[in-house]
């Protein structure tokens, strides 16, 4: 998992059944001042969130676990918002 800002989203009409209700977001990941640190990417969302939200990403298959349907065409999930980042 790593740190991400939620910078857009995509609309498509026609997508997956799977994917029906679920919000498609472009995500680009963040270091822990919350400075753009990576390309952005598409990501499946889990929890709500929206543009501008710092977020907590997981990539890969284990980002199915997200939803209840796990046959459902996931590469990555946003599965938490973040309130705040503490660093020493």
Known sequence: MF????VGKVVATTKNEG??????????PIDM???ISGN????IDS???GIGDQILV????????????????????IVAI???IEKN
Not at 3 to 6: N, S
Not at 40 to 43: C, G, H
Request: no cysteine.
């Open 3 to 6: 740190l991400a800002k939620v």
């Open 19 to 28: 994917l029906n209700g679920k919000k498609i977001l472009i995500v680009a």
């Open 33 to 35: 001042d919350g400075n």
């Open 40 to 43: 952005e990417f598409v990501s």
């Open 47 to 49: 929890v709500g969130a």
């Open 58 to 77: 997981t990539k890969g298959s284990v980002s199915t676990y997200a939803f209840d349907n796990k046959n459902i065409p996931v590469d990555s999930a």
């Open 82 to 84: 973040i309130d705040v």
